[in-house]
């Protein structure tokens, strides 16, 4: 599956089963509509939680406000909150990360997003 969103907030990386690194982010997607037969447009938001487990240095440049295209395999995390109450996610384990605008340099790219498909240790950045 590919999608674009906003990220919701700086990327964490964090570290599971004692040396497994992995970066966490969320983005919001955005959507409008206008119902048949109405004159007033809705709006709804999506939120997708992404894990990154190709390397740790992507998480240099996802940072809050940054527009990216995200491929990978989607899933759904079905959960009681802490009040018994029916919650849901919606997550992805991503192949795949283009970054589509930069908040850092408040531009948009004007050529061919970045494409980020293996690890980020050895790149400058």
Same mark, same amino acid.
């Given at each position: 599956? +590919?999608? @674009?969103?906003?990220?919701?907030?700086?990327? /964490?990386?964090? #570290?599971?089963?004692?040396?497994?690194?992995?970066?966490?982010?969320?983005?919001?997607?955005?959507?409008?509509?206008?119902? /048949?037969?109405?004159?007033? =447009?809705? +709006?709804?938001?999506?939120?997708?939680?992404?894990?990154?487990?190709?390397?740790?240095? %992507?998480? /240099? %440049?996802?940072?809050?406000?940054?527009?990216?295209?995200?491929?990978?395999?989607?899933?759904?995390?079905?959960?009681?909150?802490?009040?018994?109450?029916?919650?849901?996610?919606?997550?992805?384990?991503?192949? +795949?990360?283009?970054?589509?605008?930069?908040?850092?340099?408040?531009? @948009? =790219?004007?050529? +061919?997003?970045?494409?980020? #498909?293996?690890?980020?240790?050895?790149?400058?950045?």
């Amino acid at each position: 599956m +590919e999608f @674009t969103g906003r990220i919701t907030a700086d990327a /964490k990386t964090s #570290t599971v089963k004692g040396d497994k690194e992995v970066v966490n982010f969320s983005v919001a997607i955005n959507d409008r509509y206008r119902p /048949k037969g109405s004159t007033e =447009t809705k +709006e709804l938001v999506t939120f997708i939680n992404i894990a990154w487990w190709k390397g740790t240095g %992507i998480a /240099k %440049i996802l940072l809050k406000g940054a527009i990216v295209t995200v491929t990978g395999r989607l899933h759904v995390n079905a959960y009681n909150d802490l009040n018994g109450n029916a919650r849901a996610s919606i997550n992805c384990h991503a192949n +795949e990360i283009k970054l589509v605008h930069s908040k850092k340099s408040g531009t @948009t =790219t004007n050529h +061919e997003p970045a494409q980020i #498909t293996q690890p980020l240790e050895d790149l400058p950045f």
